[in-house]
């Protein structure tokens, strides 16, 4: 598995920003495609962007594309999520996750991933 620790998280005002980073260690992060999931009180996890392991495919939830960039860099085993233009309805606790398969296709829901961080809160007010 891969082991990942995510920061960056906290609190900010509607339309401000807020950048998220996830560092890797364990086994050969350039080889998995990763992602930065959300999960808000009472509803599912979901995924909000996700980077292929090449770095060249990237995938945006609706809700966040526009607002919201995912990059990698594989020489700092680092994933980061920007997010611009916040708003009240992305207050979650976000998640960085590591797909399930090295140097696969792109994964696209919870159970293509098999590693996952402790999660950092981000909250948005009005």
């Known amino acids: 598995q891969v082991q990942l620790v995510e920061s960056g998280g906290g609190l900010v005002q509607a339309g401000g920003s807020l950048r998220l980073s996830c560092a890797a260690s364990g086994r050969t992060f350039s080889n998995y495609a990763m992602g930065w999931f959300r999960q808000a009180p009472g509803a599912e996890r979901k995924l909000v962007a996700a980077?292929?392991?090449?770095?060249?495919?990237?995938y945006y939830a609706d809700s966040v594309r526009g607002r919201f960039t995912i990059t990698r860099d594989n020489a700092k085993s680092t994933v980061d999520l920007q997010m611009n233009s916040l708003k009240p309805d992305d207050t979650a606790v976000y998640y960085c996750?590591?797909?399930?398969?090295?140097?696969?296709?792109?994964?696209?829901?919870?159970?293509?991933?098999?590693?996952w961080g402790q999660g950092t809160q981000v909250t948005v007010s009005s």
């Open positions: 980077i292929s392991w090449s770095g060249y495919i990237t």
């Open positions: 996750a590591a797909d399930r398969h090295p140097l696969g296709t792109m994964p696209s829901n919870v159970a293509d991933f098999g590693s």
